[in-house]
């Protein structure tokens, strides 16, 4: 009779793995960039295609930098809070519109409302390179010196809201 | 409104599951008559509703609608329409529609094809099929419905992963989910056979055409997948030991293990439990599988978006199936028996140890899949696993493997004299050694590895050609034809498939031991050498396709200073999602493919250019094939035509399948090992 329970227990074994395994996210690979100075941009304006923003121009505040696109799904699922957030004035949040058409990124906004102070426009995905998107959308904590503190992979939750982000954007501004 | 449709759909084929799963097995228990009847009805039931469901999911993607959630994530408008009704398997919830129409299809073909078991035997089969597929109907309605919708609707879909916009993906997942599904037919024979106690030969012979069937399948399935990522991916590889390729061929290692060890409780009785045993894992494996692509425990190219309640809600269902099935069989398999006996040197033994060999290289690869989720879990930091383990562990387990295979077929069962049959085979392993010693010099170089791998293939050839010859030579009076035609279809269908092990040994290693591939940067008009063969870059330029834009290279291939053909690799981006695919141009060749990509463009219209020389490269697929045309000769024997032939004359169904047993040729006819 043990013999033939040998399988049951390797699986059990299997089992525990598995169920560990779950709580992990083994695609969040920790960014290199945590900690280090985000990379620089210079871009257009989604909306006035006319004016250009630095990122340097941020410098001495806290930001968020929200990487979206009208064709991500996911980032309807992040956008209610994202707009919720810019009505309470926490913090600014600046968006990239990554890899998108103009005119099909403002119906969208229009659509679903304008979280951010501004967004700038990245066409080619070259800005997202630098910032090693490799999803969107993507969510980066910018502290007053221009460091990283902080990537969010995927939509923004509440939880990761009120557990990570909130909290570290307080301390970043006291 | 049509996806409302689906969604009741769905949920009536939920019902009718549930029932399929529940009375036909207390009925069975209990014997009521009626509630075991209901077992092959409720089973078509389903599968229409199934049918009903999917086709919905198509129309949607079809029409566009992008108020399908499911459609607006995985479709867009201007995706043209083949890769529209793909798309329908293309994501998560779609392609799990699709493994539950197919259960529901396996389902039926058990229904329609066993007129010749018992009545209880089939409603047992049919329902733990049942139960499989409440399981999966309710993960589909709680966790991943394909029906939801996205209100307001999007604009526009975002594309299928342009990856999967290709002939070769439009086929390799409904092969791959054939096979794995249909490995659940085995398993519900085995669980039926524990449930009733009852496992002779009988069960053996009913369960081996499905299992050779799945077997098949996935097969193809894997590879078409294989093949896919060689000419789709754009870096001339064609197995990657990626964790999702390895959940394929988990089962297709064990599978194979279960296709031969069936054949033993078949002809000899023995294996019985072992037998159980591998049908069980097989089909975990199957189901592991879709875990480990689905609920984003380990990182693969072929990941779902994962959700973790969706990663929940399977495990706890693998803790169901699998679990409560190897309680079964911890808890009635000591009953069983273990059959026959065998001496230490018989071909039971032999494939005994086959069997092992291929479940330790089965469990060597899944420990390396996992590895990298253990080490997580254990906090000893994120690695990952690559081929050089994989190879390191692999080639060594298959060596013996290989030489058995060689070996068994020859071998008699239940005894055999070793030292006969080295007198038997001597000739056939010095023709091998020789050949495989002297073959890489007319590749141009010779190479221990290429030798070694060669005299694997040969060894096999030449056992075969030993094993036919003598087969024929003991098979009476009559010209040779007449002796050939003598032989049954299940003993030409073991050599086939063992024929295209070989075949694909041959590949793997010419490709391994002499490709050549070169980057290099080409102005235009210039060229480069490879294999006798010159390439000349003559520019690219822009095309349109229907979803995306490309810049297509223009190369001549000249051999031997004559044009012979021109090559078009593209380099494209797709309008929807921006991303960029690389398209190489392939001339296939019976002795070489030539590989062209292109790279980055440079500055005045020169490109980085990738060529590849790849001899032999697409012997790995064509041995594939002959694996799974071996499978089809084996389900083609005379046995199981007999069987269906006596479908129409049920009475004499008994008597028929006493004549089959009794009968020494047909019984002994078939060697399949």
Redesign the interface.
Known sequence: ?TR??L??AA??V??G???????????E?PSPLIGKPAPVFQSQLLHEPERMLASQDNLGKVWLLNVWA?????CREEHPLLVELAKSGIVPIYGLNY?DKRD?AL?WLS?YGDPYTVSVVDPE?RIGIDYGVYGVPETYVIDKNGVIRHKQIGPVTIESLEKKILPLIKELQG | MIPELGNFALILALLLAITQGTLPIIGAARGIPSWIALARPVVQGQFVFLAIAFGCLAYSFVNNDFSVMNVARNSNSELPIQYRIAASWGSHEGSLLLWVFMLSAWSVAVSVFSRHLPDEMVARVLGVMGLVSVGFILFLLVTSNPFDRLLPAAFEGSDLNPLLQDPGMVIHPPMLYMGYVGFSVAFAFAIAALISGEMDAAWARWSRPWTTVAWVFLTIGIMLGSWWAYYELGWGGWWFWDPVENASFLPWLVGTALVHSLAVTEKRGSFKSWTVLLAICAFSLSLLGTFLVRSGVLTSVHAFATDPARGVFILAFLVIVIGSSLLLFAWRAPKVGLGGKFDLVSRESMLLANNLLLMVAAGSVLLGTLYPLIMDSLDLGKISVGPPYFEAVFVPLMTPAIFLMGLGPLARWKQASLPELMLRLRWAFGVSVVTALLMPFIMGEWKPLVSFGLLLAFWVIATIFVSIRQRLHNSGQGGLFTKLARQSRSYYSMHLAHFGIAVFIIGVTLVNGYETEKDVRMEIGSTVEMGGYTFRFNGASPVSGPNYQAMRGDIDVLHNGEKIRVMQPEKRTYNASGMAMTEPAIDTGFLRDLYVALGEPLEDGAWVVRVYHKPFVDWIWFGCLLMAFGGILAVTDRRYRLKVHTKHVETATVADDKRVASNPRLSTGGKKA
């Open positions: 009779m033939f329970l399988p049951l699986f059990i299997l089992v793995f598995l169920a560990v395994g779950l709580n992990l996210k083994p695609r690979v009208s064709w991500c799904v996911s890899k099909l119906q659509q995905g």
